[in-house]
């Protein structure tokens, strides 16, 4: 049961599903069970949507939606082995390395995020971890954005004790570190570091008091019920993401996933409906792979409880809407920037 939200758990995963997710969720001491997730996942399209937005209206501004926008301060030559992910070095997928960004350039990229509308400023920079000369370049970028009056935001891989206090310090907001997707099924993407090694760094940000931004990707061949597995991890960090950012695969060619069968948007606009329901507070962030969306299944996952968007710019090293083409469809949506 999820503290805070005056629902009991019938209301929030049993009432449009027989039972079957409360009952699921009584067989575990975890607030949210796979099992009773995947009740969730199975429900019919319109009962699975109904839930979502009936949490998401309750919590939300249900017209507004954030705009995000992401930068890569330093881009390539990652020594990780993520499946997905065209910046590793071991893949050669065509993306040029780029050395990090001066402070001077991410506070101009800044400048002009914020003058296209964007509320909120993210940082990712491809590497394992940061270096301590690398947190001090970033302390230094951090507290100029901020100084912007811009949310922030930063990416930064695996951080070691004390690292996570110094970006706190420098006016950091949130801290993103995705789970990627369910234990089970995480071997079968990363090899270079563990799933308690993504867990220890969240307890870094938590207790540095930074807000956590960690969210994971669908389509890289999961099953439903790993997904559900994903989604349970999140809901069930104590306390929740505050930042939820929910993935569709962009395949790149040069990586291991590239040719993966494609997830039928649908499931993906269900997980999105999940996420929603097993974490109402939460911001949840439509991010990568919406390039590739039809404007109706944009339309569906906001209505599934979206609330954020990636904005301008680039997604880290894939292309991302044009801005005005997305200030269209919020005209056509009667959505507002939050
Ligand atoms: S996702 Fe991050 S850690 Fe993994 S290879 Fe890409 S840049 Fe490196």
Known sequence: ?????????????????????????????????????????????????????????????????????????????????????????????????????????????????????????????????????????????????????????????????????????????????NLDTAPEFYGEIITTREYQDRLDTLEEVRSANINVCCGGIVGLGESRTARAGLIAQLANLDPYPESVPINYLVQVEGTPLHGTPELDPFEFVRTIAAARITMPKAMVRLSAGRRQMPEAIQALCFLAGANSIFYGDKLLTTGNPETESDLALFEKLGLHAL
């Not at 009773?36 to 998401?56: C, G, K, R």
Request: hydrophobic share 35%; charged share 20%.
């Open 1 to 177: 049961m999820e503290s805070g939200t005056g629902l009991t758990s019938e209301q929030q995963c049993g009432c449009a599903c027989s039972g079957a997710g409360s009952a699921a969720q009584q067989e575990s001491s975890l607030r949210w069970s796979i099992a009773a997730i995947e009740s969730l996942l199975d429900l019919p399209f319109a009962d699975l949507i109904f839930q979502a937005q009936t949490l998401h209206r309750q919590y939300h501004d249900a017209n507004g939606v954030q705009l995000s926008t992401l930068i890569s301060v330093k881009t390539g030559g990652c020594s990780e082995d993520c499946a997905y992910c065209p910046q590793a070095a071991r893949y050669h997928t065509g993306v040029e390395n780029q050395a990090i960004l001066s402070r001077e350039e991410v506070v101009a990229a800044a400048l002009q995020a914020k003058e296209s509308g964007a509320t909120r400023f993210c940082m990712g920079a491809a590497w394992r971890g940061p270096k301590q000369r690398d947190i001090e370049h970033m302390t230094g970028i951090i507290s100029a954005v901020k100084e912007l009056g811009m949310e922030t935001c930063a990416t930064l891989g695996i951080l070691k004790p004390g690292q996570a206090a110094q970006l706190k310090q420098a006016g950091l907001d949130y801290y993103n570190h």
